[in-house]
């Protein structure tokens, strides 16, 4: 008699390949198969669940009644509460159709996971990667909510514990997000042609890559780079990535601040890459510039996994991956003079920024290796279901 894998339905909050996504992607491709059957509900086609489905998994596209930011505070408020009922209801057909065993929410803004795990009386794993200081009132709700229905809770950093700190300490469980390290020594990298004539010319790249939204900081990072020009004109400045559907007129109002300020052949906006990698390897800096602040920063630990010096705001996550003027710079968030001292210094000392670079490095291959992040995963998943008294979905 030998225990049978267990089925556990991932559920996502989107199908990009951002830095959630490209975790998912991740732990569902090095997930150990012969104890796990991975199947993932996301709430539209997209790059991972053509990716996904490509690695022969299944894949269901429903909406899991995503938690939208501007949601709560808007007039849509009420007939968006009452898509959440046929949400539930299509996750509890989804379980049932495949006998899952688990239900594991990969990011925390889905209520509708927890929900049709407790109907279907699954035991439900909560992964949160989002920080609530801006919704206090939702977080003293929200907290508890989720302490109660999961049976183990996935932080990717202390500061984003903190929503069920002192709540259901027990079940939580800190493991930051892992990263394929080979992706930036073992493959060969292509320089992008945006890039390559800056590179001719012997240009310092500064990059923020990532969605583009106002809460990201992209506005910031234009302003930086303004002053940056007026001391260095050495410097060339790159926005990798599209627009969150929603705010297209804010990447229009970025596009006229670079023009208003002619930084056009200064300032360059990629839209939307398939591979970031290339970006990022071929960047000398990467900063993130958001401006609430992050439960971890993905992209932090891919720049440091490719050996480049990370700038990156001094609240949140990041803190707690960056040992400040070691392996990597944070600068007071939301500040641009701050900021922009933070690149002018990084820029201006060749023999430092090869010293932080190296390691980040370092400092990435020790914390941040994705089987070391698949192997504590793995263990959630499996004390989750121990807990819950089964060990496997049947018997051979």
Not at 20 to 39: A, M, N, Q, T, W
Request: charged share 25%.
């Amino acid at each position: 008699m030998t225990a049978r894998p267990l089925k556990v339905l991932f559920v996502h909050s989107s199908s990009e390949m951002y830095g959630s996504d490209r975790c998912l992607y991740e732990l569902v491709r090095g997930i150990d198969k012969k104890r796990f059957v991975p199947i993932v509900v996301l709430p539209s086609g997209g790059a991972l669940s053509g990716m996904l489905r490509d690695m022969g998994i299944a894949v269901y596209l429903t909406d899991p009644w995503v938690m939208r930011k501007g949601t709560f505070r808007s007039a849509r408020l009420a007939p968006y509460m009452l898509k959440l009922p046929v949400s539930v209801l299509r996750l509890m057909r989804i379980i049932a159709r495949e006998s899952v065993s688990i239900v594991y929410s990969n990011t925390s803004v889905m209520i509708g996971p927890a929900l049709a795990a407790y109907i279907m009386r699954r035991p439900h794993i909560c992964h949160i990667r989002e920080l609530y200081e801006g919704y206090p009132g939702l977080s003293r709700l929200y907290g508890p909510f989720l302490c109660a229905s999961s049976k183990r809770i996935i932080a990717i950093s202390n500061a984003a514990a903190s929503l069920v700190d002192g709540r259901c300490r027990k079940k939580v469980e800190v493991v930051y997000d892992g990263i394929a390290l080979d992706r930036f020594i073992d493959a060969p990298r292509r320089v992008p042609d945006i890039v390559s004539e800056w590179r001719r010319q012997g240009r310092i790249i500064v990059s923020d890559i990532g969605r583009i939204s106002p809460i990201k900081g992209q506005e910031l990072f234009i302003e930086s780079a303004r002053e940056c020009m007026r001391h260095d004109r050495g410097l060339r400045f790159l926005i990798v990535g599209d627009v969150f559907k929603g705010n297209e007129q804010f990447l229009m109002r970025l596009r006229d601040t670079v023009r208003r300020y002619d930084l056009q052949d200064i300032v360059l906006f990629t839209g939307f890459v398939q591979d970031v990698d290339d970006f990022i390897a071929s960047s000398d800096i990467i900063v993130l510039s958001t401006l609430i602040p992050e439960g971890l920063g993905q992209i932090v630990m891919e720049g440091m996994a490719a050996g480049r010096v990370v700038i990156a705001p001094d609240k949140g996550g990041p803190t707690e991956l960056i040992r400040n003027g070691t392996d990597g710079i944070l600068y007071m968030a939301g500040d641009r003079d701050s900021l922009t001292k933070a690149i002018m210094d990084t820029a201006a000392d060749p023999v430092s920024r090869k010293a932080i670079g190296e390691q980040a490095r370092h400092t990435a291959e020790r914390r941040f290796g994705v089987q070391k992040n698949i192997a504590a995963v793995e263990k959630e998943i499996a004390d989750a279901a121990d807990q819950n008294g089964d060990r496997g979905a049947g018997s051979a």
